[in-house]
């Protein structure tokens, strides 16, 4: 039974277009972040929220724009795709600040 | 700001031999800190974690790590190296208030027969 499951796993759209990465979560926790991964494996926290109520918007975009329908639920949507989109988007969440569970991942190309 | 630095993006070991892998952190207040694994195509795995209690912590799969203070480390140790270890290995720090981590740039582990 899996945790934080994120889809699609892979997304290969053109630029310009508006995409949607959904986040769900099955731990009972309050707390949801995005995170995002370059190509150089590099890992940036983009947004948090906690119990659907926004708590950390790191200098995203405002393409980037994150929806909690519910504590369970982060989705991502993403305005406007850019080259520079290209990434891996982890979805995650955590009960405590001693440990975030991660989802598999979404590879999103940008072509 | 609080960071980490991971010192070495490769790390290669046989089998069998010592893992090490570095990190140190920059904090004026000693920080909760973390290692997770990731192997390949796959999410982060949290290894262990430190939270301001014993400074020798071990971990899933082997794996241990000390927080030494006086030198703001808390390097990644694995006695014996395994096949199955080869992955990328991130270091992490989460601020006192806050919930993110804030990762290292990570380590890729290649273990050689």
């Known amino acids: 039974d899996t945790a934080v499951s994120q889809t699609p796993k892979y997304l290969v759209t053109q630029m310009g277009n508006d995409k949607s990465i959904k986040c769900e979560q099955n731990l009972g926790h309050d707390t949801m972040y995005w995170y995002k991964q370059d190509s150089k494996k590099f890992l940036k926290i983009m947004f948090s929220?906690?119990?659907?109520?926004?708590?950390i918007n790191e200098t995203v975009p405002n393409r980037f724009s994150p929806k909690s329908p519910d504590k369970a639920h982060l989705n991502l949507h993403i305005n406007s795709l850019e080259l520079g989109d290209s990434a891996v988007y982890f979805c995650a969440s955590s009960g405590d600040r001693y440990e975030a569970f991660f989802g598999q991942g979404t590879r999103l190309t940008v072509v | 700001a609080q960071s980490v630095t991971q010192l070495g993006s490769h790390v290669s070991v046989s089998e069998g031999a010592l893992v090490l892998l570095r990190c140190n952190y920059s904090?004026?207040?000693?920080?909760?800190l973390f290692w997770y694994v990731q192997y390949p195509n796959q999410g982060l795995q949290l290894l262990l974690k430190?939270?301001?209690?014993?400074?020798l912590v071990k971990g899933i799969n082997g794996f241990e790590a000390e927080f030494k203070k006086s030198e703001t480390s808390f390097h990644l140790t694995k006695p014996s190296a395994h096949m199955r270890d080869a992955a990328e290995y991130f270091c992490a720090v989460s601020p006192h208030n806050t919930d993110k981590l804030i990762f290292g740039t990570g380590t890729r582990l290649q273990v050689f027969p």
């Open positions: 430190y939270t301001s209690a014993a400074t």
């Open positions: 929220y906690n119990n659907k109520e926004l708590i």
């Open positions: 904090s004026s207040v000693p920080p909760y």
